[in-house]
Structure formats: structure tokens, C-alpha cells
């Protein structure tokens, strides 16, 4: 069972940045593929940005793609989301997720943080 547990969300002001953080429990940490997906208020849960283990490749969503980038340290069993250009409309619940498989699709991830709040004020 991995547990995760981000931190660094809070408010900030449009066209500013914040710096999320996901620590795991699991030693095996680098063996899986690591998520970023958000949540507003009667939303869906919607995907923006994963890390591939091996190669770290990465991808975005086209909404943060430019602005966003996710990174990993294997050594420190943490993944990061570097938020800059901050738009009102990046408020959401922000969660990590681990995958034991690709990452591609939502459904593929396993274990899930219990999020941290980002509020973009205009």
C-alpha cells in the first residue's frame, strides 16, 4: 500500500506560482508512474500531467501544457508540479496518483493522495 501525501497548495494571486509536492511511502517509489489531476467544485476529477518511471517522460494537459511542469526525485520518493502563470481558473483540489501501469488512463492508478487545495484569486 503507498501512501502519498502532497503539500504546498494555498492562495495565490492570478499570474503567480506555487510548487506542489507528493512524498510516497513506498521504497519502490521510481517503479511507478506518478499523476497530477485536480478537481473543481462540480467538476470531474480532470488529468494535468503525469511522469513516466524509467525515462521520466512527461505529459500535460492542454490546459496547463506551457505553464506546468512535473518533475520527480527518485532518491527523495517525491514527485513536484511546478504551477507558474497562474490563471483563476487552476483553482481546484489538486491530487497525486501512483500507477503500477502506464499512467495513461485515470483508471490505471492505484493509490491517490488526499489532495491539497489551490485557490487562484483574480
Known amino acids: 500500500q503507498v501512501q502519498l501525501v502532497e503539500s504546498g497548495g494555498g492562495l495565490v494571486q492570478a499570474g503567480g506560482s506555487l510548487r506542489l509536492s507528493c512524498a510516497a511511502s513506498?521504497?519502490?517509489?521510481?517503479?511507478?508512474?506518478m499523476g497530477w489531476f485536480r478537481q473543481a467544485p462540480g467538476k470531474e476529477r480532470e488529468f494535468v500531467s503525469r511522469i513516466t518511471r524509467g525515462s521520466g517522460a512527461t505529459y500535460y494537459g492542454d490546459s496547463v501544457k506551457g505553464r506546468f511542469t512535473i518533475s520527480r526525485d527518485n532518491a527523495k520518493n517525491t514527485v513536484y508540479l511546478q504551477m507558474n502563470s497562474l490563471k483563476p481558473e487552476d483553482t481546484a483540489v489538486y491530487y497525486c496518483?501512483?500507477?503500477?501501469?502506464?499512467?495513461?488512463?485515470?483508471?490505471?492508478?492505484?493509490?491517490w493522495g488526499q489532495g491539497t487545495q489551490v485557490t487562484v484569486s483574480s
Open positions: 496518483a501512483a500507477s503500477h501501469a502506464l499512467g495513461v488512463a485515470i483508471r490505471e492508478y492505484d493509490y
Open positions: 513506498e521504497r519502490t517509489f521510481s517503479s511507478y508512474a
